[in-house]
Structure formats: C-alpha cells, structure tokens
C-alpha cells in the first residue's frame, strides 16, 4: 500500500490548494486461502487530501472464471484528513483447492482529484493438495534377465505437507499383470520431491515388451490427472545402467550442469541412469543395481564418506565399473579418501597438480576408451595426480603443458576396472567453469566409452570399426605461437578433406589445403597470416579439419 502512495506523489505535487484523495488499499483476503474457510475482505482507506471526508461508499467485487459471484458495498462514515481507517465487508467463502479469484476493492468519493489510487486489486488462490507422480527411472530399455528397482518420484504441487499414503508400481506384458507393489510414503514436504523405491523386479529375456504404471492414494488429493505415469519399456541384454554420485546440493539436471549432459548421453543410447547420493549406494547390494558408478569432485560431500567409499571398493573388486572424473577424492583435507584411491587407476593420497595451458595428449588411440578419440584443448583445468599411479594401472592420455601426468588411465580392479578422467570435471571448481569439456566431441566420445569399458571392459564393434575410418587432428606445434606453428593430421584411408583456420567469431581467416588425400600422416604449416597475406593480431583462432560431415577442432593462441 506504501508503494502505491508514493507513486502518486508526483501528481499530487502538481495540485496546488486544497485537494480530495482517497486511497484503496486490501488487507484481505492475502494471495492464498483456504477451500471452505469464510474470508472477510477488510479494505484500507487512507486519506491522502487536505479535506475531513464523510460518508464514503465503498465497493467490494470477487470475480471467478468471468463471472461475478460475490458483491457488495458499505459507507465509511467519516475518515479526517491524513488518517487511516479500515471497513470489514460481509463473509466470503473460497471454493474448491486450485480456485482462482479475482479481488477488487474501490471506493467511489465524488470529486476524489486522484482517480490513480482508487482501487486495489488482488488474485487469490485456493490451497490444494496435489501430489504429481512426476518421472521414474524407467528408460526406453531394461536390462534382460536381470534384478531392477523401479523407483518414482512424487513431486508436492501444492500447499500442504502430505503424509500416511501409499504409492503403487505394477509391471504389464502383453496384456498380463506381471508384477505389482505398493510402500508407505512417510511425508512429502510441501515443493519437495520425494523418490519412492519399489522392491526388485525380475526382468525377463531379450526383446520382451514392458509396461510400468506408478501413481498414489493420497486422498486430500484435489487433481488427479497427474497422480498416475506410465512408461513402456523394452527388455535388452545391452543396456548400460549408470549412477551419477553427486552431492545432494547439486543443481543436478539443469543444463548446462554436467549431470544433464551425462543424463542426455544415457537417454541418447537407451541406457537407464539415476542421479544418487552416497546414501543411495553405500552398500554393496545397493550398488548391484547398477553397471557402473561415474562421480566427481562434489562427491566427496557425502556425510556417510567411509561407509560409502568402502562399499565401492568392495563392489569394484567384485565386477563392478567406476569413472572418476575431475577432483575425485578429497585428497588433502580428508585422508580417508584413501579407499576411493585404491579404486582408481591413480594415486591421489597427497595432493594434485593443475595445468590450464595446452591439450590433452592420447597417448594410445587403439585402447578401447581412448579409440577415436583426438588431442583437445585445456579450457579451463585439467588435474593430475602427484602421487602418480596404482602399479597395474595403464596411463591412456597425459598434457602437453604436464607431460607425463596422467590425464587419461584405467586400472582393472579385482574383477572390475575403474577410469580416470582427470581433464573432464563435474562441475565447477573454485572459480572455474568447468563444463566447456562437454562441448568437446572428443570429450564426449571418451566419457562415452570409459563408460562402456568399466562396464563390459570394451565398446561396440561398429563404434571401432566407424572410429578406425575417422581422419584425425593432432596438436599444432608450437602452440601458443609466435610466427608459425605446424598442424598435423591423418588419413586412415583416402579422404576428401579441407583444413582450414577460423577467428573467434566464427569467420574464416585463410585456407591451408585439402581436396582428395590418400591414407597417410600430413603436416601443413601456418605462418600466421590471412588469406590476403597480412599478419593476423595476436588473440585466439581455430584450426577445422572436415571431411564430409565430419569436423574437429583445434584452438591455436596467437602471441
């Protein structure tokens, strides 16, 4: 009300000698009421003039889909100058939850001067319950022939806290009832999103057809076209089912945070992924759920640390697969990250090192994670670990600005294997953004298939077979540069091919070759000029390899 006043300031600096203004304000009803509970509208009058007032009507209207349902107008006897006074009108009762009104309060004073602050409006809104049965971790396939825990994830719509219902699942095939069952939901606060898992389910063999049902009981519930979700999936024996540990304050699937892009890559394939905390999986029968585990520097904020980093160890050495990215291990303040290190391919116990200049180097382009793959720059941090590597660990990628450190290894743990990704982050470290890397073709295919090898220790034939055609862009040497740097790239077979050098803005700067090539390694030079022969000015360029549809990308920094 406060607000409106002071609006009107400017108009009424303009009126000179005695003036009328009388100003409408609403104390209620407030923007939410209750279903069924009778709300007075109480209206606020303030006089604004320099005139005592009398006998001022004043009106009351509520409005609901167009049409008027409740009216009505009373006099204020009398209200002095610079006073404030307030008029309670006859009981209104809200309908059903979800209801929304329209509130308008005004007075009609004959000769009020300032016609701007006459009304006060309002849109109210009935309190509901409404709970959503919002996702479930049910993809376009299954895992054939193996255990599956289907959980749901009911989302509270409204404005009431819920508790003492139940949640149902039931599983079809061809018509026939397969599997059905139902848990107690606790509570779910009012916003919150509570996951409800479900006993296991058996899945049955290859191809088989499935459909999954899930919706609640909630009985104050007041819309229930969204209380039921249903997904049809199909049984596959290539199904990859991955979690993403991440700590619970996560901004979890939001673009551009990196667990979306991990979430996208799953559905792009068909496999099933859930994004966890260590609570989720810090048993070993909880982590049997799944094929592999991916987690990142914002996972060591679990408060169950040890009893989740012990049952990881276990699970790795009985089969399982684990991808570590970026700083893993809280390695400094916390040694008990300890066991986390002896799952992985590298030594993280004292501390790491950082670079933020050159690339990441492949060193083995045959290995099944790091085939296809090409050099890529450091956008922002790539970590390594100084206390090397496990014995047994093999090193697939280190840094040019590093050389020697490991930005790429794998280890086979016990029965299970485990990668490290020490250039790919999880999310944003201290002040650098990390998430450029899942911009990089080559950083996707490498989580793609670390992902793949800790699971099932190789990646499909057709993937080797369509990145053994590949052309490949190496490194410029030197890079930065200063007066010329040379670009080398390969030709696993005859190739129609174009090298060319882009500025930052997207616009071609020179052409360095290309045209029908045969297999075989080139190098071509570039003394850092146009296509008209000027010097270009010092700043950040990049050099495109493309052969049909196919590009890579290398950034070359001009000194």
């Known amino acids: 009300?406060?607000?409106?006043?002071?609006?009107?300031?400017?108009?009424?600096?303009?009126?000179?000698?005695?003036?009328?203004?009388?100003?409408?304000?609403?104390?209620?009803?407030?923007?939410?009421?209750?279903a069924g509970v009778p709300v007075a509208p109480r209206i606020i009058l303030a006089n604004r003039g320099t005139y005592d007032e009398t006998a001022i009507p004043v009106s009351v209207a509520i409005d609901s889909a167009g049409a008027r349902i409740y009216q009505q107008q009373m006099i204020l006897p009398a209200l002095d100058s610079a006073e404030t006074d307030s008029i309670d009108f006859p009981a209104w009762t809200p309908g059903p939850g979800g209801n929304v009104y329209q509130v308008a309060a005004w007075h009609s004073l004959a000769g009020d001067t300032n016609r701007m602050n006459d009304t006060a409006r309002r849109v109210v809104t009935v309190r509901r319950h409404d709970l959503?049965?919002?996702?479930?971790?049910?993809?376009?396939?299954?895992?054939?022939?193996?255990?599956?825990?289907?959980?749901?994830?009911i989302n509270n719509l409204g404005d009431y806290a819920e508790a003492g219902f139940s949640a149902f699942c039931k599983v079809e095939s061809a018509g026939v009832e397969i599997y059905s069952q139902s848990v107690t939901v606790d509570s779910v606060p009012i916003g919150a999103t509570r996951p409800v898992a479900f006993p296991t389910w058996y899945v049955g063999p290859e191809s088989t057809n499935y459909t999954l049902t899930m919706w609640h009981n909630c009985g104050p519930d007041q819309n229930r076209r969204n209380d039921t979700l249903a997904r049809t999936t199909m049984s596959s024996a290539s199904v990859l089912r991955v979690a993403i540990e991440i700590a619970a304050t996560s901004a979890g699937r939001t673009p551009p945070?990196?667990?979306?892009?991990?979430?996208?890559?799953?559905?792009?394939?068909?496999?099933?992924?859930?994004?966890?905390?260590?609570?989720?999986?810090?048993?070993?029968?909880?982590?049997?759920?799944?094929?592999?585990?991916?987690?990142?520097d914002v996972g060591y904020n679990d408060n169950d640390f040890l009893t989740y980093q012990s049952a990881l160890l276990q699970w790795v050495r009985q089969g399982g697969g684990f991808v570590g990215l970026g700083?893993?291990?809280?390695?400094?303040?916390?040694?008990?990250?300890?066991?986390?290190?002896?799952?992985?391919?590298?030594?993280?116990?004292?501390?790491?090192?950082?670079?933020?200049?050159?690339?990441?180097?492949?060193?083995?382009?045959?290995?099944?994670?790091?085939?296809?793959?090409?050099?890529?720059?450091?956008?922002?941090?790539?970590?390594?670990?100084?206390?090397?590597?496990?014995?047994?660990?093999?090193?697939?990628?280190?840094?040019?600005?590093?050389?020697?450190?490991a930005s790429i290894a794998c280890k086979r743990e016990g029965a299970g294997r485990s990668v490290y990704l020490g250039p790919i982050y999880f999310g944003t470290f201290g002040g650098y953004q990390n998430e450029p890397y899942y911009d990089d073709e080559n950083a996707m295919r490498l989580l793609k298939q670390s992902l793949e090898w800790a699971a099932w220790g190789t990646t499909g034939v057709e993937q080797q077979k369509e990145a053994a055609l590949l052309p490949r862009l190496t490194e410029a040497r030197p890079n930065p540069l200063r007066e010329h740097a040379v670009i080398g790239y390969s030709l696993p077979r005859e190739l129609d091919v174009r090298l060319s050098v882009y500025d930052l803005g997207g616009r071609l700067v020179t052409e360095l070759g290309g045209g029908a090539q045969q297999a075989g390694r080139y190098s071509v030079a570039w003394n850092r000029t146009d296509r008209t022969g000027a010097r270009v000015s010092p700043g950040v360029y990049f050099c495109k390899l493309s052969s049909g549809s196919y590009t890579a990308t290398r950034k070359l920094v001009v000194e």
């Open 257 to 296: 945070n990196a667990c979306y892009r991990i979430d996208s890559l799953c559905d792009a394939l068909g496999w099933t992924d859930s994004i966890v905390v260590g609570t989720d999986i810090d048993e070993v029968s909880e982590l049997a759920n799944y094929d592999v585990v991916v987690t990142g």
């Open 1 to 34: 009300m406060a607000k409106v006043f002071a609006d009107d300031v400017a108009l009424l600096n303009r009126i000179t000698g005695p003036y009328h203004d009388i100003a409408t304000g609403m104390r209620n009803p407030g923007l939410k009421v209750d």
């Open 132 to 153: 959503a049965m919002q996702s479930m971790n049910v993809g376009a396939r299954v895992r054939a022939l193996n255990p599956f825990a289907p959980t749901g994830f």
């Open 327 to 405: 700083w893993i291990v809280y390695g400094i303040a916390n040694q008990n990250a300890r066991m986390m290190d002896s799952a992985l391919a590298v030594n993280c116990i004292n501390h790491y090192g950082f670079t933020t200049l050159g690339q990441v180097h492949i060193i083995d382009n045959t290995h099944p994670i790091t085939m296809g793959v090409s050099d890529f720059n450091v956008y922002s941090h790539g970590e390594y670990a100084v206390a090397g590597m496990w014995p047994g660990a093999t090193m697939l990628g280190d840094y040019t600005a590093a050389s020697g450190q």
